[in-house]
């Protein structure tokens, strides 16, 4: 296992652009993404060197977390990529999750050795760990390609020609109510305390998945985790807020979104005693999680209770914070924390076997994570929740939440539609 990072050659571009305007010149490469650092800079790339899938990634990930801080171009020859759903069975036993036809594999990732960063500003700065020539063609790649920002979009809804969308769900209203119904009766017997329930929503889409991106992104406005990442089966288009997990210098922090309210809410959220008990669960599952792969007493919680807004709703989100023991590997800290405690329940496992008992349908990248690793074991892994899958013929989005003792079924729908508000917006009907 590598225990230095390999030497980076960077360069300024002459000039500025948006992250998206360089994916989009990008994008006809192969494999390409788009993925946070984390708190500013975003990284771009494609075609590239090495590409692993399934259970695999877990070793092409075992990269030793150093202790000295890295910068944004240190990506460069990292890993990016999907742990999907699918991948949480090599962590836990668990029934087998419903078949995924024309879904993604279970994780991807790939070693990119050039990347462009793109600052908020603009400012553009190529790396690689390929040499000074990698860097020549990359930026005439990017000079000739003549991006383009915002690509062409359909107008109107998707669907027939007369307006009309026809969208299916996996779990329709009464069987969505009934799924919360069936967990508190859990709950109530001391089979579990919370569960994640989603459902998954299906729309035709036969524009491009940039086009679709462009429109998710802006209708769900800042994200910190917007990502980007094309497979052969498809293309994930995400426009996440959470962040799964982050290690800089030995440090592990985890931001674990849970509590949702109307625009306008907070006032009501931060007093709420069912979303106040529901989020303490979670932060606790996620210090528990993180104090797997800590020094004995290296959990703390620095930020709690938080206000995090977005266009179309509300959330509570604390920050939870490790110090990671000696030997832990980025592989270490990403299986101690997937799938997030935010998109899953308590006790983790358990809930865990219930949505794979309710949910019809797989998750396949929703609640898994878009993932970056420097090859020095840096890591920034958002939890895919705001998440599409494109095919080339449809769209798929996955919206949730969890049910607790105090749940109400009603407003559980209501909650779970309103996080689908970006995906509706998407579509042209929200």
Not at 51 to 59: K, L, M, R, T
Not at 170 to 178: K, Q
Not at 223 to 252: K, N
Not at 313 to 321: K, L, P
Request: a negative charge.
């Amino acid at each position: 296992m590598p225990t230095s990072s390999p030497a980076v050659v960077h360069r300024r571009l002459p000039f500025v652009a948006a992250p998206e305007a360089v994916l989009s010149a990008l994008v006809d490469r192969e494999h390409p993404v788009m993925a946070p650092t984390g708190r500013g800079p975003v990284i771009v790339a494609a075609d590239p060197s090495v590409e692993v899938s399934g259970p695999a990634v877990w070793d092409a990930l075992d990269i030793p977390c150093s202790h000295h801080p890295s910068h944004p171009t240190h990506f460069a020859g990292g890993w990016m990529g999907l742990l999907g759903d699918g991948i949480a069975d090599t962590i836990e036993a668990l029934p087998p999750a419903p078949p995924d036809p024309g879904g993604p594999p279970a994780a991807f990732v790939a070693r990119y050795p050039t990347i462009a960063v793109v600052s908020a500003a603009g400012d553009i700065t190529i790396a690689s760990t390929a040499g000074e020539h990698a860097l020549d063609r990359f930026e005439r790649h990017l000079a000739s390609a003549a991006p383009s920002w915002p690509p062409p979009q359909p107008a109107g809804p998707a669907g027939p020609a007369d307006g009309t969308l026809v969208m299916e769900s996996s779990l329709p209203a009464d069987d969505y109510r009934s799924a919360v119904s069936c967990i508190r009766d859990l709950i109530r017997r001391g089979d579990c305390y919370q569960v994640n329930l989603t459902q998954r929503l299906t729309a035709p889409w036969e524009g491009s998945a940039l086009a679709f991106a462009a429109r998710l992104w802006a209708a769900a406005g800042a994200s910190s985790h917007r990502a980007f990442l094309r497979l052969d089966q498809g293309t994930v288009v995400s426009a996440s807020p959470e962040l799964l997990v982050r290690v800089r210098a030995r440090v592990a922090e985890s931001e674990p979104i849970k509590g949702t309210a109307p625009i306008g809410g907070w006032a009501r959220l931060r007093t709420s005693v069912k979303d106040r008990s529901e989020h303490v669960m979670i932060v606790d599952l996620v210090r528990n999680d993180l104090g797997r792969v800590a020094v004995p007493g290296g959990v703390r919680v620095p930020r709690l209770f938080a206000r995090l807004e977005t266009p179309y709703v509300e959330h509570m989100v604390s920050t939870v914070e490790a110090r990671l023991a000696d030997g832990t590997t980025a592989t270490d800290v990403l299986r101690a924390v997937f799938p997030g405690g935010s998109v899953t329940g308590t006790p983790k496992v358990r809930s865990l076997e219930v949505i794979r008992e309710l949910e019809p349908v797989s998750r396949g990248p929703a609640y898994g994570s878009i993932v970056a690793v420097t090859p020095t074991g840096d890591v920034e892994a958002s939890v895919a929740i705001r998440t599409a899958w494109l095919t080339g013929t449809e769209v798929r989005y996955w919206c949730g939440g969890a049910v607790v003792w105090d749940s109400d079924p009603r407003s559980e729908l209501r909650e779970a539609i309103a996080k689908a508000t970006p995906f509706l917006r998407a579509l042209g009907v929200g």
